[in-house]
Structure formats: C-alpha cells, structure tokens
Nanobody, 118 residues
C-alpha cells in the first residue's frame, strides 16, 4: 500500500518556526515532483510549494515565498517544509503529495495540523 505520512506540526507562536516532514512508504519518490499543500476547514486545499524531481526546480505560493523552504532527499525518501516567520493565517492542516505516474497527486495522507497562535 502506498502511503504518505506527514509529521512535525504543532502549536507555535506568531513569528515562530516549524519543520514539516513527509515520508513515503510503499513507493519511492524517485524523480516525482513533491508538493506541500494546506487546507483550512471550509476552504479548498491550496498548494504551498513544490519541488521538481528532475531538475530540482522549486515553486512557492506567494504566501510562502521568502518564509518557507522546501527540500527533499531521495536517499531517505523524504521531503521537508521548513516554515519560518509563521503567521496566524498559516494555520491549517498541511499535506504532502507526489506526482506519481499511476495516480498523479492522488496519495493524500492524514496531514499534520499547524496552529499559529499566541
């Protein structure tokens, strides 16, 4: 069974930092693009950042640019999202996903809750 598991969320004060981790089981990331997404109750899931599997090119949503850093390690079969200068509006459930050839962006995990509050 192919699974993606997110971890590293929690409660943090505004201005704080968190690093989210994404681990794959049942498959390897290989050269697939990896993305981080987030969702707030009542709103659609939105893309935060994405890293290519082929050339390592990176995309950030405007809301994340300059504050978040995406990275991956193919040997460890993991990806991370380093989040700095967190704001209350970053509060959401964060998910990772992969652009696999069988089910592109289809393996949604349980996500990890990030709450930014004083």
């Amino acid at each position: 069974e192919k699974l993606l598991v997110e971890s590293g969320g929690g409660l943090v004060q505004p201005g704080g930092s968190l690093t989210l981790a994404c681990t794959a089981s049942g498959f390897t990331f290989d050269d697939y693009a990896i993305g981080w997404f987030r969702q707030v109750p009542g709103k659609e899931r939105e893309g935060v950042s994405c890293i290519s599997g082929s050339d390592g090119s990176i995309y950030y949503d405007d809301s994340a640019s300059g504050r978040f850093t995406i990275s991956r390690d193919k040997d460890k079969n993991m990806a991370w999202l380093q989040m700095n200068s967190l704001k209350p509006e970053d509060t959401a459930v964060y998910y990772c996903n992969a652009d696999t050839p069988d089910v592109p962006w289809g393996y949604w995990g349980q996500g990890t809750q990030v709450t930014v509050s004083s």
